[in-house]
């Protein structure tokens, strides 16, 4: 199958999408400026010991203590086999300082989860300083070259050290990983020079921008193509491009219609699928996700699909379809934690076991480990997906206020971004002006942002666009409308 990266930067914000034959199965959305957490190394504090637990609270300098697990030595360790040496003894007290990793970002109402065990992320290893791990990618399989890379690992490092082994590691030679390693030794003890002297929820280290988090772990995915909304990001893609083998370039295409890139490529009609809980199939049916604070839970219906005259092959193949779709869903929400899914009643147990491996399958294509248990006697399955980042839709939601929080609606910046494509197609077709009526919390934040007021006026050049708040639009609404129209009282020339 066809598969697309697609890179866009505008008005502070970065995106990421993955499409596979034009259909969405990966995103990412984050400001330029902030970014995700995971990964960024602090300088904190403990502030209670739970020592029943081996466990600590830190203050890291966030909006909430983080939560810090001696027990938990590597959190993705499960990924790259092996195992590390026994654990010290937990001796954490009150009032100590700790050099803190994150591995988990705020979600809801806890705060982060940390590590005390660093580590630095390159293109074909993984550094741990303080971590005595050896681990191989288990997307190498081949016997031989794991046996190899792990014996190039273990004469690389000192003792205490760790490395982990990742999947570009076998394209490059022993003198390009060990330059990899010294420059990622070079960034461990710069965050422990600036340790010192540093004050208590100090950021020391930071992870990659998006784009460059996203390169990293490019050539384990088959892609054929990226395509890429700025000139500016174009040539950072195109500089990272350059460190990779002949063997990997793709092509890089560069989306310069004047018009903005995820629209035009139906990427973000996509997104706002994402905000429904009905999911339709390809035959009819459907799928709908619903979220607790226990679990997900997911329920399969046929909806206008009848099939023919066989019942059993009715649903079995709703079933089938609702198994693929269940494994992109969450990995395009990014759904973590317990997920139960109500799939359609079938009677033959070899149907039954069919569709479980075929949800096991859909779900080995994803990064993120999941766990599937059998079909209950009730028609249910159980599975678990680690919880890695917030929910894709975390950051372009908000709790919707007149539901009472049991709902969500597209958050002021997302909605002007929706604004920002549609005027830039008006303008795109030759319209002689534009006129955006949109939300009032949309107008009010448009105020306040200049970098979209001075991207909009960019791509305008000379022609005039205004905006009006309507008090009767809910977040997400607008209204684009094409010169000549009549300038309505409250509006403002963008």
Known sequence: MKKTLL????????????????KMIDFAFERADGGSLVGNIYKGRVVKTLPGMRAAFVDCGLEKNCYMSQDDFLPEGEKYGNTAEAEEPFNIKEGDDVLVRVVNPPIDNKGAKVTPRLSFVGKGLIYLPDTPFVGVSKKIEDDELRRNLEFTARSLISKGEGLIVRTAAPYARRDRLEEELNFLRSQYEEVVAAYKDAETGALLYADSALPVRVMRDILSDDIDSFIIGSPELEKTVSDMAKRYPARTKRKIILHDTGRDMMADLGISGQVLEMLSPKVPLDNGGYIVIEHTE????????????????????TVYYTDILAAREIARQV?????????VVDFIDMRDPAHKEAVVEELKRALSKDKTKCVVSPMSRLGLVEFSRKRTGRAA???????????????AEVCPEFALIGMRAKILKALSDGAAGALAEISREAFERLISWEDMREDIKRHALNTPVYAVARDDFAAGDMKIKSAPFALPDGAIKI
Do not use: H, M, W
């Open 294 to 313: 226990a679990l997900t839970a997911v329920d399969v219906n046929t909806g206008s699909f009848t099939g023919d005259d066989n019942l059993e092959q």
């Open 331 to 339: 990995r395009l929400r990014n759904i973590g934690g317990i997920v």
């Open 393 to 407: 839709l975390a950051g372009i939601t908000k709790p919707c206020p007149r539901c009472g929080g049991s709902g």
């Open 7 to 22: 890179f866009d930067s505008f008005c502070g914000y970065l995106v990421s999408a993955v499409t596979e034959n034009g």
